[in-house]
């Protein structure tokens, strides 16, 4: 182990050197026919365009937050400037993630829908291959810069404690850039998304995916720009929060004599780190368990590879936690072992595995939920709608169960120490996990180009099996997302109170309830803000669409013959053929990219502000205990709202592509079921994902400025002390007086009430005292209130 501590940076330049040669093989593979290159072409300006657009305006963001960071460390105890620089570290990192996953997507899909013409198994190496890269790059740049940052601090003697508070800003980074990027990415992919569905499909009766329709470059630039550069950035931030919340409270540790014997006793410091460090070889080696034959399942295969790495990464965590940790020790009277640690990991891995399942349950075709919508799209939109809101909120009793048991099975093995590495072990394989969500978004891409180009129909075929299995991954995606995102979430959560001296949450001071209700707020108006900005941004692109369709006499002309064939050109006479093929490429895709550009990175800022002004507003005003319950409340609400609104939007989609599987496009159970699909569309795209990065990123800006509001020794004794006051007095000519004051303490959660008994009799005092414990004292306390 002492190998791989000292070797930590190398296991992030391995992930990087694979990303390298996976990367220099799908360029490799053929682009196929001019027609396909072209489109892939436009795909991927618009995509590099967005990314520019986007990165312009973060790096102003990023330089004024480094230098308010800059000034806020060097005028403080326990931390210092340096925090500015692991901002930006973390801030580059992020983006660097979301520009190789984009950069490599917009080159795989394209190469999928050639390969998708010799074979389904060639199709799914080249997607598989592209998301590898998106997955291997977040983790391998993850690990980099944590690992070599926390080398370097360390070299600076100062305390652990300093040290991780600087490293803290790394994870605030990558924090930051995740909201924009899901926000920003989500607005645009759904605005095109919108624009594509209600203009093409129902009005106008051609596929989304279809050249004449303007939007759909837009819309195929979307899938990229909010599944793949999104969901990247997403699951950066929670691999990162995780480890550095985990070696906060793992630094509790550092003083106790069980660990002195190895690693300077920072042993449970450097877990987190070790296991996300071997968590990337095994991630490295659960992709080439992912192979197909014709024929074959391509879901058996992902889950293969994904169910391989996971039990690989199992059998060596035991090893791991066993070498690192101490057999037993004991904290604040409480014994706990190393093999605890290692099944609170278990329960995390598990949890998320099960919440990920239970999420397939609810949004995947044939499924019970699903049909209910479709079965209640017969009658008309409205009831659509209100079975795929049903579904949506039913959806979330079962996770936040599993959610709940985890939290509670790990604090009983591990204490926060073991919510924390449930997090860690969860998120160990995010580099496989993220492979199989990146993949299903280029398949995505791949059967629009395979449209576009209007290849043979077993090309699509074959595109459509494989991106029918990515719908599934990326709804398996949204659900382990959400809740890897609760245990991280909780776990900075527990850093910042042990860093800010807060050791309890009471809900009976009035502040501290006050802070709950506007955490229970903010998802909602977060929400609010998304979903109103993607229905602007989906305005202007629909007003564009029709334009376009209005006044391009070549498309209106286009859309006359396809009306009259029904869509299927190859009934078409050669006089209407050239009438047809005289609009390809006429459409103005630019003017809709532009528009979904614009629009995205306009609407983010006040979203993205809001989730870095709250907590630092309600932390210097209301103090540490107030911004405890802020960081209570926004979780709580926010997991919740998470997993509705994501499943709710996943079903409502799977709902509208199993009526059309079944032959009923352009009926009215169709067009109710589209509706459906673009009210869920800002649901499981914008503001549903968004959610999971505004509690993370809430609770990391709360432990950078923990330093600042932490409470001092007076502050801790007279939160944790209640005061009864009890007096007998008795006016009688021997003047016999007595007071009596219980005073209550609790720490770790165990009370102890001593009772002082001051009695005075002819002026002089007589003082007894007595101490109780345990439920003596909420006996005690409870009569004398009443």
Known sequence: MEFIVNYLPAFGILALVFVFIKNMWVSKQEEGDAKMSRIAKNIADGAMSFLKAEYKVLA???VAVAVLLYFKGASEAGSNGMVAVSFIVGAFCSALAGFIGMKVATKANVRTTHAARTSL???????????????????GLGVLGLSGLFMIYSGQGWEIGEILNVLSGFSLGASSIALFARVGGGIYTKAADVGADLVGKVEAGIPEDHPLNPATIADNVG??????AGMGADLFESYVGSIIGTMVLGAI?????????????LGAVYLPLVLAAVGIVMSILGTFFV????GGNPQTALNIGEFGSAGLMLVSSYFIIIEMLPETWVDGGITYTSMGVFLATIAGLVAGLLVGKVTEYYTATGKKPVMSIVKQSETGAATNIIAGLGVGMMSTMIPILLIAAAIMVSHHFAGLYGIAIAAVGMLANTGIQLAVDAYGPICDNAGGIAEMAELPKEVRE????LDAVGNTTAAVGKGFAIASAALTALALFAAFMKTANVTSIDVSKPNIMAGLLVGGMLPFVFSALSMNAVGRAAMAMIEEVRRQFREIPQLKAALAVMRKY??????ATPEDRKIFDEADGVADYGKCIDISTKASIREMVLPGLLAIAVPVAVGFIGGAEMLGGLLAGVTTCGVLMAIFQSNAGGAWDNAKKTIEEDGRKGTEVHKAAVVGDTVGDPFKDTSGPSLNILLKLMSVVALVIAPSIALNVDQVEAYNTTTIELYEENTSSNEISKKVEIKVTEEKGKKTAMITTTTSKN????????????????????ENRE
Do not use: C, H, W
Not at 223 to 228: E, L
């Open 60 to 62: 102003i963001f990023v």
């Open 121 to 139: 198994g060639k199709a799914l190496e080249v997607a598989f291959a592209g998301g590898a890269v998106m997955g291997l790059g977040v983790v």
């Open 223 to 228: 899938d990229n720009v909010g599944d793949v």
């Open 253 to 265: 540790y550092a003083t106790l004599p069980e660990f002195q014997s190895a690693f300077d006793g």
């Open 291 to 294: 192979r197909v034959k014709d």
């Open 462 to 465: 074959r595109t459509d099996k």
């Open 566 to 571: 029904d869509s299927d050109m190859s009934k």
């Open 763 to 782: 002026g002089i005092e007589k003082t007894e005292t007595k101490t109780l414990k345990g439920k003596e004292v909420d006996e005690l306390v409870k």
